[in-house]
Nanobody, 124 residues
């Protein structure tokens, strides 16, 4: 049984920073990648960043490149998203997900088998 649990969300003023975490437990069999997605009310779920756990390849959507940084701590089986220079348009529910993701498709929710429950990030 695989569980992904996000934490660290909250409310922050524009220009501020937050770090959210994704703790992974159980055997995510066959998973090679962890991604962060976000969803604002009335909008589709959007891929924000991903990390290939084997070689550490990182991917970012253009809207966050240079402001957000994804990383992993293998010993804790945890993936982080360090968010800086936050903007109101970054507001949304942030989800982490794990799956066996094909190269070039990291941004597609359908590539991921396991999902967390989400953590809310609000920027005002």
């Amino acid at each position: 049984h695989v569980q992904l649990v996000e934490s660290g969300g909250g409310s922050v003023q524009a220009g501020g920073s937050l770090i959210i975490s994704c703790a992974i437990s159980g055997s995510a069999s066959g998973s090679n990648s962890v991604g962060w997605f976000r969803q604002a009310p009335g909008k589709e779920r959007e891929g924000v960043a991903s990390i290939y756990r084997g070689d550490g390849t990182l991917n970012y959507v253009d809207a966050v490149r240079g402001r957000f940084f994804i990383s992993q701590e293998r010993a804790k089986n945890t993936v982080y998203l360090d968010m800086n220079s936050l903007k109101p348009e970054d507001t949304g529910m942030y989800f982490c997900a794990a799956g066996r993701v094909r190269r070039g498709n990291w941004w597609r929710p359908a590539e991921y088998n396991y999902w967390g429950q989400g953590t809310q990030v609000t920027v005002s």
